[in-house]
């Protein structure tokens, strides 16, 4: 089956830097690529998502572009702020499989 | 707005005792999902259904079992509840394995 990988697990950036979170793939069939966010107490919230026809996205602050021939695609945050602090997952899923398969999570803290 | 709702926010269960998570979507989805979530684990798909009295199981279904009746109905059943089994659980439902997933705010299950 699919393993994703997700790195780093812990990061810390100044408020107004920029974030990126790394994920890494293993099945080339993999077509649809959702990242999560989680704030304390909640359940994990989609953010954006990208399929594989495209190489990136953009929606205001975030971005996630993918890598389709290494096979890993990266969340980017720009102009930090304190809110954006919270746990970040990526995902990757099959259109022809039932499954989403989840990285393991990055706690993302912007120190104001 | 998709609404996925989890019965219980916190429960706290002796060992042996069954136990039963509710989960109710008000989108109409075909896919419903139930994750384990535990730190520096991420989220482990216990069980998924794509359809009504359909089940299959995920990565981690030992211990648990699954029951869906109704479309937007999704329980996780804890036939004997074990200190190994405290936990955050999520439900999620999508309509399919290439749209959005979308959670529920997730049930804190302590077994003592």
């Known amino acids: 089956g699919e393993n994703v990988e997700q790195h780093p697990s812990t990061l810390s950036v100044q408020e107004g830097d920029s974030a990126v979170i790394k994920c890494t793939y293993s099945?080339?069939?993999?077509?649809?690529f959702p990242w999560y966010k989680q704030e304390l107490g909640k359940g994990p919230q989609l953010i954006i998502d990208?399929?594989?026809?495209?190489g990136e996205k953009k929606d205001q602050r975030i971005a996630v572009t993918l890598n389709k021939t290494a096979k890993h695609f990266s969340l980017h945050i720009t102009e930090t702020q304190p809110e954006d602090s919270a746990v970040y997952f990526c995902?990757?899923?099959?259109?022809?499989?039932?499954?989403?398969?989840f990285g393991t999570g990055t706690s993302l803290t912007v120190i104001p | 707005d998709v609404k996925v709702t989890q019965s219980s926010r916190y429960l706290v269960k002796r060992t042996g005792e069954k136990v039963f998570l509710e989960c109710v979507q008000d989108?109409?989805?075909?896919?419903m999902f139930w994750y384990r979530q535990d730190p520096g684990l991420g989220l482990r798909l216990i069980y998924f259904?794509?359809?009504?009295?359909?089940?299959e199981k995920g990565d981690i279904p030992e211990g648990y079992s699954v029951s869906r009746e109704k479309k937007e109905r999704f329980s996780l059943i804890l036939e004997s509840a074990s200190t190994n089994q405290t936990s955050m659980y999520l439900c999620?439902?999508?309509?399919?394995?290439?749209?959005?997933?979308?959670f529920g705010n997730g049930t804190r299950l302590t077994v003592t």
């Open positions: 099945d080339s069939a993999s077509n649809y």
């Open positions: 990208i399929r594989s026809n495209v």
């Open positions: 259904s794509y359809d009504v009295k359909m089940k």
């Open positions: 999620a439902s999508s309509q399919r394995t290439d749209s959005p997933l979308h």
């Open positions: 995902a990757a899923s099959i259109k022809s499989g039932n499954q989403f398969y």
């Open positions: 989108m109409d989805h075909e896919n």
